[in-house]
């Protein structure tokens, strides 16, 4: 069973970097067409995807985020991570991490985590 | 970017109705487009993947239409289960987008 949780800090002052991790059981990144994925939900509105990191290591961004974000995989620690710098109150919301499953050439998000507040704030 | 709109934004149904949300793109995704419920709280859940496959699980009441720019969530039978919120959303191409979401309420 596929299992993804995220953690890291609840409250980051504006300016500052947020940083969370997604730990994944029960499912390798050294295999699969899977993307390993973040999606963002600020509070009253809709989901966002924020970028995506592959098995083989490539990654894609959302335009509108991509200066100030990261995605990087521990492979040893069966882990991956979002950092997004220079935040601001903009940037709080829940964020999400999900596996992107394929078929037929498309992907969709099977495996999700609880989701993590992130608070910007001062 | 290809935008996702949803219609209706939000709408009242009664346990039993048939309640039908469409989604459109605004360039041909051919038939790359998922269906999520999502629940406040909770992790979305995937219903419906590639337009009009049923994932796993999700009751037979759920089904998906539609291909190019146009598609459809058809729920059958309102369940007291199904009061949420639905969400498209387009794999065809990045940046990966959602619809606005259609928020499905109790009349």
């Known amino acids: 069973q596929v299992q993804l949780q995220e953690s890291g800090p609840g409250l980051v002052k504006p300016s500052q970097t947020l940083s969370l991790t997604c730990s994944v059981s029960g499912a390798s990144f050294s295999s699969g067409d899977y993307f390993w994925t973040w999606i963002r939900q600020p509070a009253g509105k809709g989901l966002e995807w924020v970028g995506r990191?592959?098995?083989?290591?490539?990654?894609n961004y959302n335009p509108s985020l991509k200066s100030r974000v990261t995605i990087s995989v521990d492979t040893s620690k069966n882990q991956f991570s979002l950092k997004l710098t220079s935040v601001t109150a903009a940037d709080t919301a829940v964020y999400y991490c999900a596996r992107a499953d394929s078929f037929m050439a498309g992907y969709h998000f099977e495996y999700w985590g609880q989701g993590s507040l992130v608070t910007v704030s001062s | 970017d290809i935008q996702m709109t949803q219609s209706p934004s939000s709408l009242s149904a009664s346990v039993g109705d048939r309640v039908t949300i469409t989604c459109r793109a605004s360039q041909s995704i051919t038939r790359y487009l998922n269906w999520y419920q999502h629940k406040q709280g909770k992790a979305p859940n995937l219903l419906i993947y590639?337009?009009?496959n049923l994932q796993g699980g999700v009751p037979s009441r759920f089904s998906g239409s539609g291909s190019g720019t146009d598609f459809t969530l058809t729920i059958s039978s309102l369940q007291p289960e199904d009061f949420a919120t639905y969400y498209c959303?387009?794999?065809?191409?990045?940046?990966?987008?959602f619809g606005q979401g259609t928020k499905v309420e109790i009349k």
């Open positions: 990191i592959y098995s083989s290591g490539s990654i």
């Open positions: 590639a337009a009009s």
């Open positions: 959303q387009q794999s065809y191409t990045t940046p990966w987008t």
